[in-house]
């Protein structure tokens, strides 16, 4: 007959556990195992077939979890690819700004270059040759114009008295030039430059020309000798040109234009083609 403890604890023999009854019960446990792959221990049931299908025919698959470290990983990665792409915009941007800085200043230095090659025409035309002498001539007639040149002569004026000499010279605008040609009727060089001298007054007929025997003018004849020809330039009543023996500059051979050329080089007459 059970006792009590048995009654007890015979109803839940099948759920108590003890170190003993499993010690000496190892075996059978193994060999309790049923076709359902599930085995009975400590109270527990564990399911040691994990590819049995459920009784519903299929097997709800479980959801990865990324855990806190994959997180950090995909918001590394996400951060990477923003500063990636925030690098290629501002690469892209001074791409952009580059090219419309060079566009601009080539812009600017065509315009500068066409500028200059403008400017550098018109100081071409400025700087030929037929401009300034063009220009030459024009300052010349004003200046002329403006100091008296105006008055016109045209020919040598013939002096028979040492008054008219002086009157000449002294009664002369002050800015006309005056020259005198002192001379002798004997001397082959002298009738000469009466010559070139008349040739010179129609090409310069703002000169005023004249001549005068040298026994009239006072010469005396070591003078007349050694001297002839000789020509004076005045002007405001002062000697501004003294030159004797011609001859010795121009050989006994000479003509109206080296005359001329004598007078230009000495700065009495200025270059006809300068005004004309």
């Not at 090409?203 to 009239?216: E, G, L, N």
């Not at 070591?222 to 000789?230: N, S």
């Not at 330039?233 to 500059?249: E, M, P, S």
């Amino acid at each position: 007959m059970a006792t009590l403890e048995d009654k007890l604890l015979g109803e839940k023999l099948e759920y108590y556990c003890s170190s003993s009854e499993g010690e000496d019960n190892g075996d059978e446990g193994d060999d309790s195992k049923g076709a359902s792959g599930k085995s009975r221990s400590s109270g527990l049931t564990i399911d040691t077939n994990p590819d049995a299908t459920p009784a519903g025919g299929y097997r709800q698959q479980s959801s990865t979890n990324t855990g806190p470290k994959g997180v950090v990983k995909d918001w590394q990665r996400f951060k990477q690819l923003e500063a990636e792409r925030r690098d290629e915009t501002e690469r892209q941007r001074l791409a952009l700004a580059k090219k419309l800085t060079i566009t601009t200043a080539t812009a600017a230095e065509d315009e500068e270059r066409k500028r200059q090659e403008e400017l550098d025409a018109e100081l071409g035309e400025l700087m030929s040759e037929d401009f300034l002498l063009q220009y030459q001539k024009q300052r010349m007639a004003e200046m002329l114009r403006q100091t008296g040149h105006h008055q016109q002569f045209g020919k040598v004026q013939q002096l028979t008295t040492h008054g008219e000499f002086l009157a000449c010279v002294e009664q002369e605008n002050k800015h006309t030039t005056i020259i005198i040609h002192i001379y002798d009727r004997q001397l082959a060089a002298c009738t000469t430059l009466n010559k070139c001298l008349e040739s010179l007054a129609s090409d310069y007929p703002s000169i005023k020309f004249a001549k005068i025997c040298s026994s009239v003018a006072g010469m005396s004849r070591d003078f007349r000798t050694k001297g002839l020809p000789a020509l004076l330039v005045y002007k405001a009543q002062a000697v501004i040109g003294n030159f004797v023996r011609l001859t010795d500059d121009l050989s006994d051979d000479f003509f109206a234009s080296d005359v001329e050329s004598f007078l230009i080089e000495h700065g009495i007459l200025v270059d006809r083609a300068l005004y004309n």
